[in-house]
């Protein structure tokens, strides 16, 4: 399915002769699939908008694609299509439960940590959240972060292979400071959030 859609694209991009990000063209449609049924990783249009655009602009094209995809679901799951998403996914959430709690309690934090980690697809993320008390607001910010946590990561892992001569420590070492931002920021929420806790209980 990957080579299949791989080679679909670089004919359509040879086809339509779009360089530079309107690529994006292209690849937001193909993000909104892969947000909405997920028949092909995401990881698929990274390591295409790297090949075409390079590593720094194919990763922000990659960003702008996989943000832009993750609100629409987002909205279509809230919004206009909730019933059939909730007869088509819920079960498969079943097996996530946890990440839901999670999600209840930690919110854009939980969203950011999913989005990172490739623990459960893109589309149960976005519907996770329209269903869980996320604001709108919360989840713009959440999937934006994560959207960027998860394509830098990726993208330093893959562009290792596809430019195997670049040096890549600039680009490790910044994801290394945002990680440690966030985690920073994490712990001062959480730890407020405690607080917060146990003076309800008090």
């Known amino acids: ?3 299949w859609i791989e080679q679909w694209t670089n004919w359509l991009i040879e086809a339509t002769q779009l360089g530079g990000f309107s690529i994006l063209l292209i690849t937001i449609p193909l993000a909104l699939i892969q947000g909405t049924i997920g028949i092909f990783p995401f990881a698929t249009i990274v390591l295409l908008h790297i090949s075409v655009l390079g590593i720094a602009d194919g990763l922000v094209a990659s960003w702008i694609a996989g943000t832009s995809a993750g609100m629409i679901v ?3 799951c809230g919004y206009l299509f909730s019933d059939w998403f909730n007869r088509k996914w819920m079960n498969k959430l079943q097996k996530y439960e946890k990440w839901q709690r999670g999600l209840e309690r930690y919110g854009v934090w939980a969203v950011i940590f999913l989005r990172t ?6 589309n149960l993320i976005s519907f996770m959240s329209a269903i869980s008390n996320m604001k709108l607001s919360s989840y713009t910010w959440s999937n934006m972060v994560g959207n960027l946590s998860g394509i830098w990561l990726y993208g330093i892992l893959s562009a290792s292979v596809i430019f195997p001569d670049t040096d890549l420590r600039k680009l490790i070492i910044s994801y290394v400071v945002f990680l440690v931002v966030l985690s920073i920021i994490f712990w001062i929420r959480n730890r407020n959030m405690i607080k917060h806790d146990h003076s309800m209980t008090v």
Do not use: V
Not at 117 to 122: A, E, K, Q, R, Y
């Open 74 to 76: 987002y909205l279509l």
């Open 117 to 122: 980690l490739p623990i459960m697809p893109n």
């Open 1 to 3: 399915m990957n080579g």
